[in-house]
């Protein structure tokens, strides 16, 4: 293996050929060392195919003096990131401050003191050096995660809806990838099933609960809403860490109206009558999942008779525990009164008149929170169906 390739590469830049001798026999059992005697050159080397990892850059030279070829280097994105450190026979503390003006990252002062030399060297060469590693992983690890997301988006493809449901949907992650998931899917033409959770905290971790909870109903996909939340209560509490659990609901709608569901720690699902009158609330039966074993959790299933009309809304806390400049919660009282406010029209417009009560409310404070909501209508049973 070659060494010398493995070294570091510096550009000494210097009208000065004594000085230039100097730097370059005390660096270069360390280093590559390229050398310029002005500053187009100079220039010239950091543009090319293998620029320095760093530049000692004097600053009185003939032409193009030091403080412009830094100036030139600190405009050219291809070359703004190379250190430079300034080589001076002045002391005096406004050229230091121009200096670093400039964009230098230190500076050395003559005559040359070797150990002060080598030690800025090697400091900036390996904050470099290490800066870029950094960029580096960063980059691999944006486009891990653009993956991710492209995978879990893949779980929310939307089933194609009965004729007698309307459905609309906002999931909105915060970061690439959502601990929020919501599912729609069926075995049979006369029903839809409906799923929404949300697990613990953000990012990667949460959306790997996602991922297994997907799963999960999928190999559940037959069964009730109580035996399915039953399921994978169990599976996520085996295997989750302690720390780590979901929250979750799932509906049954059938085509006459009936809807049977189970609620495990998730915010209550909303159903306005199309009658008028109170909405009604189906709020949990239990802890959240992954959180007790059995037989200590118990989800408990509900049912109600939807008639045409009737809108229902499911949500993560994303929606309801959105703050604004005052500390107050979007709050569930909220969602009730636009519901019963906005009861006609396109479920997708009043689902975006929604969100922008929410932004409104919010008066431009961030939310850190998944966020994913659900309107449905029920239209009636078909009139060809038994």
């Known amino acids: 293996?070659?060494?010398?390739?493995?070294?570091?590469?510096?550009?000494?830049?210097?009208?000065?050929?004594?000085?230039?001798?100097?730097?370059?026999?005390?660096?270069?059992?360390?280093?590559?060392?390229?050398?310029?005697?002005?500053?187009?050159?100079?220039?010239?080397?950091?543009?090319?195919?293998?620029?320095?990892?760093?530049?000692?850059?004097?600053?009185?030279?003939?032409?193009?003096?030091?403080?412009?070829?830094?100036?030139?280097?600190?405009?050219?994105?291809?070359?703004?990131?190379?250190?430079?450190?300034?080589?001076?026979?002045?002391?005096?503390?406004?050229?230091?401050?121009?200096?670093?003006?400039?964009?230098?990252?230190?500076?050395?002062?003559?005559?040359?003191?070797?150990?002060?030399?080598?030690?800025?060297?090697?400091?900036?060469?390996?904050?470099?050096?290490?800066?870029?590693?950094?960029?580096?992983?960063?980059?691999?690890?944006?486009?891990?995660?653009?993956?991710?997301?492209?995978?879990?988006?893949?779980?929310?493809?939307?089933?194609?809806?009965?004729?007698?449901?309307?459905?609309?949907?906002?999931?909105?992650?915060?970061?690439?990838?959502?601990?929020?998931?919501?599912?729609?899917?069926?075995?049979?033409?006369?029903?839809?099933?409906?799923?929404?959770?949300?697990?613990?905290?953000?990012?990667?971790?949460?959306?790997?609960?996602?991922?297994?909870?997907?799963?999960?109903?999928?190999?559940?996909?037959?069964?009730a809403p109580q035996k399915v939340m039953n399921y994978i209560n169990d599976d996520l509490q085996l295997h989750l860490p302690d720390d780590r659990f979901m929250s979750g609901v799932l509906l049954n709608i059938q085509q006459d109206g009936r809807m049977t569901l189970a609620n495990a720690g998730h915010p209550a699902v909303i159903v306005l009558p199309a009658r008028g009158g109170e909405p009604e609330l189906f709020r949990s039966g239990s802890t959240m999942l992954g959180i007790l074993p059995q037989p200590h959790f118990n989800c408990s299933e509900s049912s109600y008779l939807l008639e045409p009309g009737d809108i229902g809304i499911l949500y993560t806390d994303g929606l309801s525990e959105r703050y604004n400049a005052k500390g107050e919660l979007f709050g569930e009282d909220r969602i009730k009164q636009f519901l019963k406010q906005n009861m006609e029209g396109k479920l997708d417009i009043l689902l975006a008149q929604l969100l922008e009560q929410l932004e409104a409310f919010a008066e431009g404070c961030a939310t850190f929170d998944d966020t994913t909501v659900l309107l449905f209508r029920y239209k009636g049973a078909p009139q060809n169906s038994i």
């Open 1 to 223: 293996m070659d060494n010398k390739a493995q070294k570091p590469t510096l550009l000494i830049v210097d009208d000065e050929i004594s000085n230039s001798k100097i730097l370059v026999e005390l660096l270069r059992s360390d280093y590559v060392i390229r050398v310029a005697n002005n500053g187009e050159r100079a220039l010239q080397i950091a543009q090319s195919e293998s620029p320095p990892d760093l530049i000692m850059l004097d600053v009185m030279m003939p032409g193009m003096d030091g403080y412009e070829v830094c100036q030139k280097l600190k405009s050219n994105p291809s070359t703004s990131k190379i250190p430079v450190i300034f080589i001076t026979a002045k002391t005096d503390e406004m050229d230091e401050i121009h200096a670093f003006e400039m964009g230098a990252v230190d500076y050395v002062t003559k005559p040359f003191r070797p150990v002060v030399v080598k030690a800025r060297v090697k400091t900036h060469v390996e904050l470099k050096i290490k800066t870029a590693m950094l960029v580096n992983q960063n980059m691999v690890m944006t486009q891990d995660l653009k993956t991710a997301a492209s995978v879990q988006a893949r779980m929310f493809t939307q089933y194609q809806l009965p004729d007698f449901l309307d459905v609309a949907v906002r999931y909105i992650p915060y970061s690439h990838v959502s601990g929020d998931l919501y599912k729609l899917y069926s075995d049979h033409p006369s029903q839809l099933k409906i799923f929404m959770g949300d697990g613990t905290g953000h990012g990667v971790a949460a959306a790997l609960i996602t991922i297994m909870a997907d799963t999960l109903l999928t190999q559940q996909s037959h069964a």
